[in-house]
């Protein structure tokens, strides 16, 4: 009975092993990222970057007077915590454009401004990586809609992130709400907002010259197979 005993025990203790071999233990990826502006140029004092709410020179304005409020440009702090096997079009960073209509006299038909953007992952391990982009403001005459150029893919080719295990691929742009980006030109309908978010694909990276798939060593499956004929033994010595 001794005997017996000591095939269920393994058996049981392969059995959980054997179930559980091909699969993977979920990864998280977590991360933050933040914006600011500076370096403007060609506004006539009439634009200018303040405070958010907890990062500095999160806000861009332009256009603004005495009675009217200008427009604006928020660069928003994003945080992400998101498992690798649902981290498609995970959002990075995001741009608020607000186009309030402004008086010609105090709105420059074009000016400059850098957006500089911090991404920092805290998981599956900490990397960041920093990216400036030159941002150029068209305000045509109302009500057409204004335009920014300087949203490029080489800036984003610019950012790069070694993650353990992780492949990220396909950061791209993608405009939410009002407005249209035809990979050149975002432009906002006046009295409009719309989103710009910078976006990327996750997913988890085999090692090299790995097998996918996880084949139940030899040794497990016989001792498998010995502790299911003790059970079938044992059922027929209680039966007998």
Do not use: H
């Amino acid at each position: 009975m001794s005997f017996l005993r000591s095939i269920l025990l393994a058996s049981t203790c392969a059995i959980p092993m054997v179930l559980g071999m091909g699969t993977a233990n979920a990864a998280l990826i977590q991360g933050s990222s933040t914006g600011s502006f500076s370096n403007i140029s060609n506004c006539w004092g009439t634009c200018y970057v303040f405070d958010g709410v907890k990062q500095p020179d999160t806000v861009l304005e332009w256009g603004f007077g005495f009675f009217t409020n200008g427009s604006t440009l928020v660069a928003q702090q994003r945080q992400w915590n998101v498992d690798v096997q649902d981290a498609n079009d995970v959002v990075l960073a995001e741009l608020v454009w607000t186009n309030r209509a402004t008086l010609d006299l105090l709105t420059p038909d074009m000016f400059a401004v850098d957006y500089s953007l911090n991404i920092k992952f805290s998981q599956p391990n900490a990397v960041s990586d920093a990216e400036v982009f030159n941002f150029s403001i068209f305000n045509t005459k109302n009500p057409a809609g204004d335009k920014l150029l300087g949203l490029t893919m080489a800036d984003l080719a610019g950012l790069s992130f070694a993650l353990n295990g992780i492949e990220m691929s396909d950061i791209k742009y993608q405009l939410a709400g009002a407005g249209s980006f035809d990979g050149n030109y975002w432009t906002t309908p006046e009295g409009k907002t719309s989103k710009m978010y910078i976006t990327a694909d996750f997913k988890a990276s085999a090692p090299p010259d790995s097998d996918p798939v996880q084949v139940p060593e030899p040794a497990s499956l016989a001792l498998l197979g010995a502790g299911l004929v003790g059970i079938g033994f044992l059922r027929r010595r209680r039966t007998a």
